[in-house]
Structures are given as structure tokens and as C-alpha cells.
């Protein structure tokens, strides 16, 4: 038998820290994982995760 795994949706905003603008193209992925996305325009992001992801999530953007 299959079972679902369950899962969580992770949202938020990457801000510059001096300026509170919005950061475009900021990599945001759960460390040691395939699990990851980038930031759009308005600095916002979703991930979906499985509930039993414990890895620290990493956000990283070039050059900052």
C-alpha cells in the first residue's frame, strides 16, 4: 500500500537588510537537499516540503 507522505508549505520574503527592498533571484533550499527554489521579483518565496524535513534551510544569494 502507498501512503502519502505528508507535507508543509514554507513562504516568506528575503529583504535587503539596509534597506528593506525586496532581493530578486536569492537561493532559499533545506541543507544537503534537492529541495529548493529562488526568489521572484517581490522577494518572495514557497516552498513544499515533506513534514519530516529537518535540515536547516539555507538562504543565499550571490555577491551579497
Request: aromatic content about 10%; proline content about 5%; overall charge negative.
Amino acid at each position: 500500500m502507498n501512503w502519502a507522505q505528508a507535507q508543509k508549505t514554507i513562504q516568506g520574503q528575503v529583504l535587503d537588510a539596509l534597506n528593506k527592498t525586496p532581493l530578486d533571484g536569492v537561493s532559499v533550499y533545506f541543507d544537503g537537499s534537492s529541495l529548493g527554489t529562488i526568489t521572484n521579483a517581490q522577494g518572495k518565496f514557497e516552498l513544499t516540503v515533506p513534514s519530516s524535513i529537518s535540515a536547516p534551510l539555507i538562504v543565499s544569494y550571490m555577491g551579497y
